[in-house]
């Protein structure tokens, strides 16, 4: 059974950082890319980041670059989303899911082309 769970949120000041994670098991991800999303209230799900797994490489939306890093974890299936600098306005849910896309484009930042989902966390910047 696919499974992806996000781990790592919370409340954090204006500038601090935090360090999602991504758990997953039922697959192996060298055949995967996992993206990063965020959902804040009353706004649609918005890609945040991706990594093409075995490949390596990684891609990011234009408000969070420079900020945040996407990465492999050193045990097998675990991804790691480290976020720098954050403002309020990354505020919300964050999830991680799983596509078959591993050429990374812009694409990769559109929910519709991801079929499986974590839980999401909640990340909250407020001084």
């Known amino acids: 059974q696919l499974q992806l769970v996000e781990s790592g949120g919370g409340l954090v000041q204006p500038g601090g950082s935090l360090r999602l994670s991504c758990a997953v098991s039922g697959f192996s991800l060298d055949y995967y890319a996992i993206g990063w999303f965020r959902q804040a209230p009353g706004k649609e799900r918005e890609g945040v980041s991706c990594?093409?797994?075995?490949?390596?490489?990684?891609y990011y939306a234009d408000s969070v670059k420079g900020r945040f890093t996407v990465s492999r974890g050193n045990a097998d299936n675990t991804v790691f989303l480290q976020m720098n600098s954050l403002k309020p306005e990354d505020t919300g849910v964050y999830f991680c899911?799983?596509?078959?896309?591993?050429?990374?484009?812009?694409?990769?930042?559109?929910?519709?082309?991801?079929?499986?989902w974590g839980q999401g966390t909640q990340v909250t910047i407020s001084s």
């Open positions: 899911a799983s596509t078959g896309r591993t050429t990374l484009s812009t694409a990769n930042l559109l929910p519709e082309f991801y079929s499986n």
């Open positions: 990594l093409s797994y075995k490949r390596g490489t990684t």
